[in-house]
T-cell receptor, first 114, second 112 residues
Framework: EPEVTQTPSHQVTQMGQEVILRCVPI?????FYWYRQILGQKVEFLVS????????KSEIFDDQFSVERPDGSNFTLKIRSTKLEDSAMYFC????????????FGPGTRLTVL | DQQVKQNSPSLSVQEGRISILNCDYT??????FLWYKKYPAEGPTFLIS?????DKNEDGRFTVFLNKSAKHLSLHIVPSQPGDSAVYFC???????????FGKGTRLSVIA
């Protein structure tokens, strides 16, 4: 199955700056997820997004984070004021077309906060 | 609070032999399990999954076994190939568009 694409592949930012990470899915997909992986650690769930609304979010997904689907296609994760500990790989995922229990991940965005 | 555990951080196997990667879980509400393969700086690639109503699922060289009473699953790769060298993640969820909970991964090295 085709996955999703993500941009940028690598983002470097200064602490305190806002970043926007983008996910470009199949146009008729409704259910998406954001995960992150801090270097050397496990992949962690951030938020799920269904039909243009947040469906579920983890403890990590605090007020600094937000998700949107501003134009009906691109799906964005915004971090308002980045911290050093936000440095990680951020992955967008979508559910399978035939099996909603399966999730297919994009290539990720590496975020480096200096 | 590790709901999904992969207790072996690494595994080394000779080419052509069987690789067995193990995973344990603690949450009895999990009813769907997945294995992903991951290379550095890339996204996890879906390999194979299994529902809790089954105890085995096979796809080519990959077979996943589920032991619900032991809350244990394993991924068998036969025969192992050098291209299989990667980090393998076990993940679990409750069915129906719910978030995946991942283990910490096992790094598999297949030696030619």
């Amino acid at each position: 199955e085709p996955e999703v694409t993500q941009t940028p592949s690598h983002q470097v930012t200064q602490m305190g700056q806002e970043v926007i990470l983008r996910c470009v899915p199949i146009s008729n997909h409704l259910y998406f997820y954001w995960y992150r992986q801090i270097l050397g650690q496990k992949v962690e769930f951030l938020v799920s997004f269904y039909n243009n609304e947040i469906s579920e979010k983890s403890e990590i997904f605090d007020d600094q984070f937000s998700v949107e689907r501003p134009d009906g296609s691109n799906f964005t994760l915004k971090i308002r004021s980045t911290k050093l500990e936000d440095s990680a790989m951020y992955f967008c995922a979508r559910t399978g077309l035939a099996n909603y229990n399966e999730q297919f991940f994009g290539p990720g965005t590496r975020l480096t906060v200096l | 609070d590790q709901q999904v555990k992969q207790n072996s951080p690494s595994l080394s196997v000779q080419e052509g032999r069987i690789s067995i990667l193990n995973c344990d879980y603690t949450n009895s509400m999990f009813d769907y399990f997945l294995w992903y393969k991951k290379y550095p700086a890339e996204g996890p690639t879906f390999l194979i999954s299994i529902s809790s109503i089954k105890d085995k699922n096979e796809d080519g060289r990959f077979t996943v076994f589920l032991n619900k009473s032991a809350k244990h699953l394993s991924l068998h790769i036969v025969p192992s190939q050098p291209g299989d060298s990667a980090v393998y993640f076990c993940a679990a969820s409750t069915s129906g568009n719910t978030p995946l909970v991942f283990g910490k991964g096992t790094r598999l090295s297949v030696i030619a």
